[in-house]
């Protein structure tokens, strides 16, 4: 029921930093919870970061910790990933994602709105 798009892909070499941006549409996204998720050519779609309602508990996978930032503004219905040190191995298609039913969320299969994916490209 909520409605996602990203935007803030690119290339990049690496080293650099993106930020990606998440522009969500509906009454009930600051109950939400929220994550990014990225998946590579040929691979599974990863969860890379997770946020919970009201922004104060964050997760993130051990290959991104302590180089991406993922946080969220209920009042502009936006959640945003920093991205920094950007490494070839970060380049995938990166997704937004809501539960509307959970406050906090590591699992795929909770997630039940999905963005359109924007693509990362980082270059060595």
């Known amino acids: 029921q909520v409605q996602l798009v990203e935007s803030g892909g690119g290339l990049v070499q690496a080293g650099g930093s993106l930020r990606l941006s998440c522009a969500a549409s509906?009454?009930?996204?600051?109950?939400?919870?929220m994550g990014w998720f990225r998946q590579a050519p040929g691979k599974e779609r990863d969860l890379v970061a997770a946020?919970?309602?009201?922004?104060?508990?964050?997760y993130y996978t051990d290959s991104v910790k302590g180089r991406f930032t993922i946080s969220r503004d209920n009042a502009k219905n936006t959640v945003y990933l920093r991205m920094n040190s950007l490494k070839p191995e970060d380049t995938a298609v990166y997704y937004c994602?809501?539960?509307?039913?959970?406050?906090?969320?590591?699992?795929?299969?909770?997630?039940?709105?999905w963005g359109q994916g924007t693509q990362v490209t980082v270059s060595s």
């Open positions: 994602a809501a539960s509307s039913y959970r406050d906090y969320s590591r699992t795929r299969y909770e997630y039940d709105s």
């Open positions: 509906g009454r009930t996204f600051s109950s939400a919870a």
């Open positions: 946020i919970n309602r009201s922004g104060s508990v964050t």
